[in-house]
């Protein structure tokens, strides 16, 4: 039976390379939200009047509505095999919702959640730098640049570092990642759907153990 996943993960766990690396090697497509309200923003379809006519007036897209364009998106023929969600759902409510969605396309649901501790993360974000000619990605902490700041590549141009990766600003994304999912959390491990993954390891071992559990549902060891 095909599967759908919710990879859960706060920022800096590594979601975004795990999902890809899902995308490449199982052939599972990443469906986010926010990609499907961007493309029903130029469709011109019964559903797509809906979500515009919401947004115009400055409401919220109700959670029903919500989880009809996740429905239509994931009922095309490239999520036939199961997919993974990227910031969907949010909520206990739209986890629910999500439950009902899956008995309807005959999939079963498995939400995994990379299991990083929160000063890891703070490391991991504010110390990223970046070379702004190529994108080379550092880290002061676990990948620093040879040369004082610069990029091996580039030493002309200093590494530039994101003014919202301060340490500050990273607590309070992280705070409210960790106040916002909770429930969600749990939600999945009262109904038995949830899996976490030691997000410390390195990116393949974190990527093995996924797979490990999107193929024989085994849980693996964080």
């Known amino acids: 039976m095909s599967k759908i996943i919710v990879l859960m993960g706060a ?4 979601k975004g390379t795990q999902a890809r690396l899902l995308q490449e090697r199982l052939g599972l497509p990443q469906i986010s939200t926010g990609d499907i309200f961007r493309a029903l923003s ?5 559903l ?11 409401r ?5 509505v919500v989880i009809r364009v996740v429905e239509e998106r994931t009922s095309q023929d490239d999520c036939r095999n199961g997919y993974i ?3 969907y759902p949010r909520t206990a409510a739209q986890a629910e919702m999500l439950e009902e969605l899956a008995a309807r396309q005959s999939k079963t649901l498995t939400a995994i959640l990379i299991d990083v501790p929160l000063e890891l993360l703070e490391k991991r974000i504010t ?3 970046s070379c702004p000619i190529c994108g080379e990605i550092y880290n002061i902490y676990f990948k620093p640049p040879k040369m004082d700041n610069r990029c091996y590549l580039h030493p002309e141009r200093e590494l530039t570092h994101r003014a919202d ?9 992280l705070e409210t ?6 429930p969600l959390i749990e939600f999945y491990e009262r109904t038995g759907r949830l899996h976490r993954v030691g997000g410390t390891q390195a990116s393949e071992a974190i990527y093995a153990d996924i797979e490990r559990i999107v193929k024989n549902g085994i849980v693996a060891a964080a």
Request: hydrophobic share 25%.
């Open 60 to 64: 919220l897209i109700p959670d029903e």
């Open 11 to 14: 920022p800096g766990a590594g």
């Open 177 to 182: 990642y960790e106040h916002e999912t909770a």
């Open 165 to 173: 990766d301060t340490r500050e600003k990273v607590r309070v994304r």
């Open 42 to 46: 130029k469709a011109n379809t019964p």
């Open 48 to 58: 797509a009047d809906e979500v515009r006519a919401i947004q115009q007036s400055g």
């Open 127 to 129: 110390g990223r730098r």
């Open 85 to 87: 969600l990227d910031g």
